[in-house]
C-alpha cells in the first residue's frame, strides 16, 4: 500500500467515498451505481476499495461531469475522452505523469515499479487508495483533484491542507509575491536559524516593507504560523493558481520578473528564446512538447525534498499566426 507523503490513502479513500455518497443511504447508493450487497459499506469501512475507473463511474453516476472536473484540475493533462472507465483512467495517469519516469514514481509514491507499469498501460487496475496516492506523488495537490468531485470538508484528512491552499493561491493572485516568500520560509535556509528582517527581501531583490505585507498576509490567512523563531510553513503546499481574470495579471507579474533578469542574468539563469517559422502541424507538436514540459515541472516541484532554493519557470510560446 501506498505510503507516499505518510498519509492514510486508504482512510482518505474511505472519506472520499463517504462524501460522494452523501445524503443517500449506503443501500440505495449501491442500487444507484448498479451493485448489490453491501458493497459500498465495505468501501466506506476500508476493508475494499473500488478501482480508479470504478470511482470516476459513480461520480457520473451521482452527476459530475468527471471528464470537465479532471480537466479543471489539470489543464495541460486535460483528457481529450470521457474519462469513466478503468482504460480511460489508465491514459488519463499516464497523461498526468508526462513521461516522468516509472522509477522517479516509485521512489516518490512508494509504490512498486512493477505495478505503476501495468496501471499506466491499462493492463491491471489502480485500487482508490492507491491513484490517489499515485496522483499526489505526481501533483501534489490531490484535494484539488477531490473538490472537482466531492465536499473536501467531508475529507478531513485533506481539508486543512486544501483551506491553506485556497489562501495561498488567493493570495498569490492579490499580492503576486506572497508565493515567492512562501517558498523561502519552506527552505532550509529560513529554518535553521532565527533571520532578522529583510533577510528575505535581500535574497527577492524585493523591498523590506514588500518582504514585511507579505509575511503578515500568509499569517493572517493561516497559510504560515508564528512561532518564537519567526513565521514557519506546516508543510510545503504545492499550489496551482486558479484559471480567471487576474491569471493574466499574475503571469505578467512573473513573466516581468524573468525579463529584468534577462537584463542582469546571474550564473545559473536559463534565458533562452527561438523566433521560427514551421508547419502547422509542427507548432502543434510544439504546443504539446509545451504542456507536456508544463505538466513534468510540476510534478519534479510537487515531489522535490529537501527545499535548498527557490526558483521561477516561465515559459511562452506565442503563436502569432500569418
Not at 507523503?5 to 443501500?27: F, P
Not at 484528512?157 to 516568500?181: F, G, I, K, M, N
Request: glycine share 8%; charged share 25%.
Amino acid at each position: 500500500m501506498c505510503n507516499s507523503v505518510g498519509m492514510d490513502w486508504v482512510r482518505i479513500s474511505a472519506h472520499t467515498l463517504r462524501a460522494l455518497r452523501g445524503a443517500r443511504s449506503q443501500r440505495a447508493f449501491a442500487r444507484k451505481l448498479g451493485y448489490t450487497g453491501n458493497v459500498v459499506g465495505n468501501w466506506e469501512s476500508g476493508r475494499r476499495a473500488p478501482t480508479l475507473g470504478e470511482f470516476f463511474g459513480s461520480a457520473a453516476r451521482v452527476g459530475v461531469d468527471v471528464t470537465a472536473a479532471l480537466g479543471r484540475f489539470q489543464p495541460a493533462a486535460a483528457p481529450d475522452e470521457r474519462v469513466e472507465g478503468d482504460r480511460a483512467a489508465a491514459r488519463w495517469l499516464d497523461r498526468l505523469r508526462a513521461g516522468t519516469p516509472v522509477a522517479e514514481l516509485s521512489r516518490r509514491s512508494g509504490l512498486s515499479r512493477h505495478a505503476l507499469r501495468r496501471w499506466l498501460a491499462g493492463d491491471t487496475r489502480p485500487r482508490l487508495p492507491d491513484a490517489l496516492c499515485l496522483v499526489d506523488a505526481l501533483t501534489g495537490r490531490v484535494s484539488d483533484l477531490l473538490v472537482e468531485l466531492v465536499p473536501i470538508d467531508a475529507v478531513p484528512e485533506l481539508a486543512d491542507v486544501h483551506q491553506r491552499r485556497v489562501a495561498a493561491r488567493t493570495l498569490a493572485l492579490t499580492e503576486p509575491w506572497t508565493a515567492a516568500v512562501l517558498r523561502v520560509v519552506e527552505t532550509e535556509a529560513w529554518c535553521a536559524a532565527p533571520r532578522p528582517a529583510g533577510w528575505i527581501a535581500e535574497r527577492l531583490g524585493i523591498p523590506p516593507e514588500t518582504e514585511a505585507r507579505c509575511l503578515g498576509m500568509l499569517l493572517d490567512a493561516g497559510v504560515l504560523r508564528s512561532t518564537p523563531d519567526g513565521p514557519r510553513s506546516a508543510a510545503p503546499l504545492s499550489v496551482r493558481a486558479a484559471a480567471g481574470p487576474a491569471l493574466g495579471a499574475l503571469k505578467r507579474h512573473w513573466a516581468l520578473q524573468a525579463a529584468d533578469r534577462a537584463l542582469a542574468p546571474r550564473p545559473g539563469d536559463l534565458l533562452s528564446f527561438n523566433v521560427c517559422s514551421l508547419s502547422l502541424a509542427d507548432a502543434e507538436r510544439l504546443r504539446e512538447l509545451h504542456r507536456r514540459y508544463y505538466t513534468e515541472v510540476r510534478a519534479l516541484v510537487a515531489a522535490s525534498e529537501p527545499a535548498e532554493t527557490v526558483v521561477l519557470v516561465n515559459v511562452q510560446l506565442v503563436e502569432w499566426g500569418v
